[in-house]
């Protein structure tokens, strides 16, 4: 009589359960926030009342610290009042993050002399919490270009790979030594495997809250050839030097950086240059004239006005312009590339989209890159 009952009894709570369970809504999952980072170049900044900007990306890194003596020092004077007013959009964006970038192109001759010794990565790490402390910043974001490579005639040592990852280190234990707030430290990447391979990324990246891949610049003002700077995809007319962002993110997750880690970096600015073979449009052609750069901005009021032509390379995903009364061809980035780039971001759950520099814009690439990762 008891088990009869028992069994009554178990059946009647699972029918009760069953009929509460098709009562509930479905559970709903936390949206994946991704980060949307802005370089903001103290020598051009202009920042201003763009308040509303501010909601449109989750951190800033201010570029560029300088190495002197072996410490992270203001590059600028005016940067005092920069940071002063980078924090200050924290009034329309409380979860605004604001780092300090430390050296970058002109500014990593020194990095190799701070960072060789136990002595000096002491100096160093030391110099660049205080440099935070100072301003009231969030963090800290290496920019060393690039560690074992000559760069900007840089000092350079093969011990750098070591040390690269050493200075990493001690960094984050006094960052989380500090107290209870969590304070970020980051790099800027080459996209490249040849900064790969003069770098422990694999150990490194275990000390990092993530990691920016300068996806650009493929092709500079160096180059003797005209080619995309920034494509998502190899270009089908590049088949001696497959470049691409793709590439690049492939090459990073292979040594063993965790795809949420990776942030892709794209440009806010065109190269251009002049007398290039006119084949295919210029595009991956010898030139032999100047050379530039030219900001988003500018660029897209030359296409408005006609002064350019825009045509697009599916296999690139890029856009590019060809003006044919004085072989001039300029590569860069637009709406339509940076959706097809936010959607490379979302399918493969990287953590974001970094871009240098804020200046560049005319409100529209940011603007793409707000609705598609908001």
Partial sequence: MFRISLFFIVIFLFISCSAKNENKSPVKTD????KVIAYVAGYQNNWGANFEKAKQVTHINYAFANI???????????????????NALKKVNSDLKILISVGGWSWSKNFSNAVLTENSRQIFANSAIDFMLKYQIDGIDLDWEYPGQIGDNNVYRKEDKENFTSILKLIRYKLDSLSNNKYLLTVATGANQN????????????????????????????????GHHANLYNSEHNIK?????????????????????????????????????????????????????????????????????????KSAGAPYIWRE????FLTYENEQSLNIK??????????????WQFNGDNGELLNTIDAQLK
Avoid: C
């Avoid at 990324?201 to 996806?215: C, G, H």
């Avoid at 942030?263 to 065109?270: H, I, K």
């Avoid at 936010?342 to 871009?355: A, E, H, P, R, Y």
């Fill in 31 to 34: 949206q994946k926030h991704y």
């Fill in 68 to 86: 002197k003596d072996g410490k992270v020092v203001l590059g600028n004077e005016k940067d005092v009042e920069d940071l002063q007013k980078l």
């Fill in 195 to 226: 900064y790969l391979d003069h770098t422990n990324m694999k150990e490194a990246q275990k000390y990092l809250d993530f990691i920016n891949i300068m996806t650009y610049d493929f092709y500079t003002g160096g180059s003797k050839y005209t």
């Fill in 241 to 313: 030097h497959p470049r691409s962002a793709e590439i690049a993110v492939e090459q990073h997750l292979k040594v063993g950086i965790p795809a949420n880690k990776l942030v892709l970096g794209v440009p806010f600015y065109g190269r251009w240059w002049k007398r290039v073979n006119p084949k295919n449009n210029g595009l991956y052609q010898p030139s032999t004239g100047v050379t530039g750069a030219y900001g988003y901005s500018q660029i897209a009021d030359s296409i408005k006005s006609k002064t350019f032509t825009s045509y697009w390379d």
């Fill in 325 to 328: 009364k004085d072989s001039l």
């Fill in 342 to 355: 936010s959607d490379f971001v979302k399918s493969n759950q990287l953590g974001g989209i970094m871009f």
